[in-house]
Each structure stands twice: as structure tokens, then as C-alpha cells.
């Protein structure tokens, strides 16, 4: 069993992924969102166990667009509010299933057993994020009704931002994504291939969904430029 582990309190995640070691399965620790979408984008996990409260994110909204980006890996929320409403929250978002902390191990390995033999329901291929639909199936890409034409590393480059929209993606991200390992290639071209996708899901629409983060990288607006 693999298990992605995304909370930012130290002691907790060391916990965790020392109880999953005792028992054969691997706890990969993420203690941010921008973290943890990196992760996602690199490996499968049997299960992702997920703190409310991140200090760049909310959890409830990280669940949410993993569901909207069609990921439908089971989710256990962790919260240390004992309230109702926040375990609805969570069930609403998207989450299998909520842990109130403190909690013992031996209760978190049972619920994470039961959701790593849990069918997940059928997974869509279509990702949406505002506008902009990519299909993973055919790939293709629409704004609204219109269909765009990508290049193979163009559509892989939009289908990374879209699986994390409004998370700032750097260029080894972006290489990752788009290009094998090992491939020579310019120590401008992602710049060049951000340019190519602005001329053809930006400019002719009017909008700007891909910005510019100085010194950091790109990121796709939440709302895909509307």
C-alpha cells in the first residue's frame, strides 16, 4: 500500500509514515499543496490522507479540485475540530471518509485497508477547469464549443496546470510533464512552449489564463481565464 501523506505538522506525518513502514507499506510526505500536486503528477497512490488546514491551502478545496481534475484516489481527511459540520464539509468535498485528531494508528491503517480495497467509481477522462476542457482519452481540447489543436508536448503541458489549477508549476515540473528524461532541449523552451499555448487557448479568445509568476514559474487561473 502506498499512501500519500499531506500534512504539514512534522510530528504527525513522521508518525504515520513510521506506523505504515512497521507494516510494509510506504508514507510519501507532502506538507503543502503546491507539495503534494507535484507528487500526484509523479506516482499512483492507493490512498491520500489529508490535513484540513495547510498553510497554502485549504483542504476541502484541494479535495475538491482533485475530484474536479477526475483524480478519485480515496481521501481521508484529518481535522482536529470536532464539529459535525466540519466532518460534512469534508464528506461534501469529496473526502471517503474523516479522522478527528488525536487518533490512534492502529484506527487510521484500518479505515486506509478498507479504502485501498475499495472499487473507485468510474473515472472520467474529461477535465474541466473553467472554459478549458482536455480530454485524456481523445486528446483533444476545447474552450467552450470551440476545439483547440495541440502538439503532443503542448496538450501535456496544459493537461499538467489543468490538474493543478491556480498552483504555481516550475520548470522542472514542467519538463518533467512534457519531456523525456535525459532529452536535450533549450534552456528556453518551456518559455517558448508557454508562448505557443497562450497563442492558441489564450489570445484568440480574448483571455489570459496562463500567468507568469516571476521566479517561480507558470500557473493556470482556477477560473481558465474565464
Known amino acids: 500500500m502506498r499512501v500519500l501523506v499531506i500534512e504539514d ?3 504527525v506525518a513522521a ?3 513510521r506506523g505504515l513502514r512497521s507494516v510494509n507499506s ?3 510526505i507532502a506538507a503543502t499543496s503546491s507539495g503534494a500536486c507535484t507528487m500526484l503528477a509523479d506516482r499512483l497512490y492507493d490512498v491520500i490522507v489529508l490535513d484540513v488546514r495547510l498553510p497554502d491551502a485549504d483542504g476541502y478545496v484541494i479535495c475538491r479540485r482533485l475530484r474536479k481534475a477526475g483524480n478519485w484516489t480515496p481521501v481521508i481527511m484529518l481535522s482536529g475540530g470536532t464539529e459535525n459540520n466540519e466532518r460534512l464539509r469534508g464528506l461534501d468535498a469529496g473526502a471517503d471518509d474523516y479522522l478527528t485528531k488525536p ?3 492502529g484506527e487510521l491503517l484500518n479505515r486506509l485497508r478498507a479504502l485501498a480495497h475499495v472499487d473507485p467509481p468510474e473515472r472520467s477522462t474529461i477535465i474541466t477547469v473553467g472554459q478549458l476542457r482536455l480530454d485524456l482519452a481523445s486528446a483533444q481540447v476545447w474552450r467552450g464549443e470551440q476545439e483547440i489543436r495541440l502538439s503532443t508536448r503542448e496538450f501535456a503541458l496544459l493537461e499538467a496546470f489543468m490538474r493543478c489549477p ?3 508549476l516550475g520548470h522542472t515540473q514542467l519538463l518533467e510533464a512534457a519531456w523525456d528524461i535525459g532529452h536535450e532541449y533549450r534552456s ?3 518559455e517558448v512552449y508557454i508562448r505557443y499555448l497562450r497563442e492558441k487557448i489564450d489570445r484568440p479568445f480574448g483571455v489570459r489564463s496562463l500567468e507568469t509568476v516571476r521566479g517561480l514559474g507558470y ?3 482556477p477560473d481558465g481565464g474565464g
Open 103 to 105: 487518533f490512534a494508528f
Open 188 to 190: 528556453n523552451v518551456i
Open 9 to 11: 505538522d512534522v510530528g
Open 166 to 168: 491556480g498552483q504555481v
Open 26 to 28: 510506504i508514507g510519501d
Open 15 to 17: 508518525a504515520i509514515r
Open 219 to 221: 500557473r493556470l487561473r
